[in-house]
């Protein structure tokens, strides 16, 4: 774990691969008593915009089931269009589980400290030592030669670029890059008072012409596609099922991805169209939340072991299995991928990136 949490913080400070905002609110926000956690009958999980769409809706269904079988309840899907939509839900109550970024559980459990991790995708290991998942920063193909700095690839020349992020509340498609940019460029004068919150705004005497928000990593990466920016942050995980490899090595810079035939939306008017890699920053993976004053603590261990039994594992619908032209949420690379539990201090690298 020590390892994946030096790769992460390291690399988010370093140059040449550096890439990959809510209100406050007292941490003692009301919840559900716990007397209703033990009575209800329904679970309800958010969803955030990257695992809203139908293309993905067998996963959704099938973690459903697995939630119905373990506690016996019935399930409700909340699937949203704003990040911000899931977070609060899943803060005030709303909604008992959430499948979310490691930024927007930051920002859930500030607002509410009953939310907490349940269970997290592991790494190609099997372990919580490489649970890490990929921020990039790409460009169409055919620029990239603008970003080239000697054999390797640089972000020197963003500045002045039409940019899109994911939302505001993405780990990798917004904190990662924007804490990478601001680290990198504030280390020249012209800069030297480059904050975060510079880079939320596009204008003239602003650091980039112009800042679009794609809502979700599949929308930053249509944005780009369709000329609406020069520079856009997305993740390699979200957008694995529209895209393949046309060259170079997977998650470095350089590397060059297609969109695939028969993507879906919003890809499916982009087929062919692909993109270069100019940065590639590791993160560590987003849990499924639980709100702790809704959910008792009897269905919250139910829930823990049917997430980390070999059926669930090995269900096709939920781990994708490696070569499959199918699309989940999850996917299997090694065969060793599962859900893993995790505790609250995994993600104080994520916290400190607001510090």
């Known amino acids: 774990m ?3 949490l030096a790769l992460c913080m390291a690399l988010s400070l370093v140059a040449a691969v550096t890439a990959c905002s809510s209100k406050s609110a007292d941490s003692n926000n009301t919840s559900a008593p716990a007397a209703s956690a033990q009575t209800k009958d ?33 399930v409700e899907h909340k699937t949203t269009t704003d990040y ?26 500030a607002k509410n400290k009953e939310v907490q991790p349940l269970i997290v995708n592991s790494g190609e290991s099997g372990t919580l030592d490489d649970a890490i998942y990929y921020s990039w920063l790409s460009v169409r193909k055919g620029e990239e030669d603008a970003y080239k700095n000697g054999d390797g690839f640089s972000i020197d020349n963003i500045a002045g670029k039409k940019f899109s992020f994911v939302s505001n509340s993405s780990t990798s498609g917004f904190k990662v890059p924007s804490t990478g940019i601001v680290s990198y460029f504030s280390k020249q004068d012209k800069y030297k008072s480059l904050t975060a919150d510079d880079l939320l705004q596009g204008g003239k005497d602003k650091f980039f012409s112009e800042v679009l928000f794609g809502g979700s990593h599949q929308g930053s990466a249509a944005n780009l596609l369709m000329g609406k920016a020069d520079v856009a942050a997305f993740c390699d995980s979200c ?36 993109f270069a890699v100019i940065s590639v920053t590791p993160v560590l993976n987003g849990p499924f939340a639980v709100n702790l004053g809704t959910v008792s603590a009897e269905d919250i261990q139910k829930l823990r072991d ?47 990136l607001s510090k």
């Not at 899931?86 to 709303?94: D, L, P, Q, T, Y």
């Not at 993600?347 to 400190?352: D, F, H, K, L, Q």
Request: cysteine-free; glycine content about 8%; hydrophobic content about 35%.
């Open 2 to 4: 020590k390892k994946a």
């Open 42 to 74: 329904t679970i309800t999980i958010a969803w955030y915009p990257n695992e809203s769409g139908a293309d993905l809706q067998d996963t959704r269904d099938e973690i459903g089931k697995v939630i119905e079988k373990a506690t016996g309840k019935k």
């Open 84 to 109: 911000i939509i899931a977070i609060e839900s899943i803060a005030n109550g709303n909604a008992d589980l959430a499948y979310m970024g490691a930024q927007g559980y930051v920002e859930a459990n």
């Open 239 to 274: 957008v694995s099922n529209y895209v393949e490899l046309a060259s170079g090595t997977a998650n470095t810079p350089g590397a060059v991805y297609k969109v695939k035939q028969g993507a879906a939306e919003p890809f499916n008017t982009l087929v062919g169209k692909e």
């Open 306 to 352: 049917a997430f980390t039994s070999d059926e669930v594992t090995k269900n096709p619908k939920i781990f994708l299995p490696k070569d499959s032209k199918g699309s989940a949420i999850f996917k299997q690379k090694t065969g060793k991928e599962h859900f893993v539990t995790v505790e609250d201090a995994w993600y104080n690298p994520i916290r400190e």
